[in-house]
């Protein structure tokens, strides 16, 4: 039985902050929902101590706010907390861009490709999930070559709260960020332009900010 241990702690706070940070982020638990943390603990399969745990991560990042000794519930759903969380995450998307194209490797190149085929056939598709699914599987192959953690972990923060909007927007019949961006994107890592690239990042990410208005 050596193989079964106990869960560590911070696993489990970390279970309950992603499935918690997911449902929000997909509507799921929809802007202005008051939470509980019994109500999730239960759902999730958890005691409360990792949710709440949760909770204060996701306060901390703007998607649940709290008033102590009353409510904890999700914030809504705010066009100028958009922009700045896209401005932000636009430009450590240009860092990690500008450090990532001298490392990148034929195989990375033919792993961004693939993203962007499925990142088509999604929209294409009206999936989504799967584009979204699809585009971070792009971008994030930029992240992990750029090698900057501080920047992939701020990236990472704000996402979320770009996601929640584009969810919506697409959901209603909204415009989805191109393939041929993306493409063109490719196209600049592939032949070593860093600069060109950077600035193919940058367009992408100031389509977000203005995605807010």
């Given amino acids: 039985m050596e193989a079964i241990r106990p869960v560590p702690r911070t696993l489990l706070r970390d279970r309950a902050y992603e499935a918690i940070r997911d449902a929000i982020v997909a509507g799921e638990i929809v802007p202005g929902a008051v939470v509980r943390d019994a109500d999730l603990a239960e759902r999730l399969g958890l005691s409360r101590a990792p949710v709440r745990d949760a909770f204060s991560r996701l306060v901390d990042e703007g998607l649940l706010e709290s008033k102590p000794q009353s409510y904890t519930r999700v914030t809504p759903l705010v066009a100028a907390d958009v922009r700045d969380a896209a401005a932000v995450v636009g ?19 033919t792993a961004m490709r693939a ?3 499925r990142f088509a056939a999604a929209v294409d598709s009206g999936d989504v999930e799967a584009a979204l699914r699809a585009d971070d599987a792009l971008h994030d192959v930029l992240v992990r070559a750029g090698g900057n953690r501080a920047a992939a972990a701020t990236a990472a923060r704000y996402t979320p709260l770009i996601r929640r909007l584009e969810r919506r927007r697409f959901g209603e019949g909204g415009s989805c960020r191109s393939a041929g961006l993306h493409e063109r994107l490719i196209k600049a890592c592939e032949a070593g332009d860093a600069a060109g ?12 900010e203005e995605l807010a208005d």
Avoid: F, K, Q, S
């Fill in 91 to 109: 430009a450590m998307h240009e860092l990690a861009t500008r450090a990532a194209v001298p490392r990148l490797t034929a195989a990375d190149i």
């Fill in 115 to 117: 993203a962007n085929e």
């Fill in 197 to 208: 690239a950077v600035r193919v990042t940058a367009e992408i990410w100031r389509g977000l």
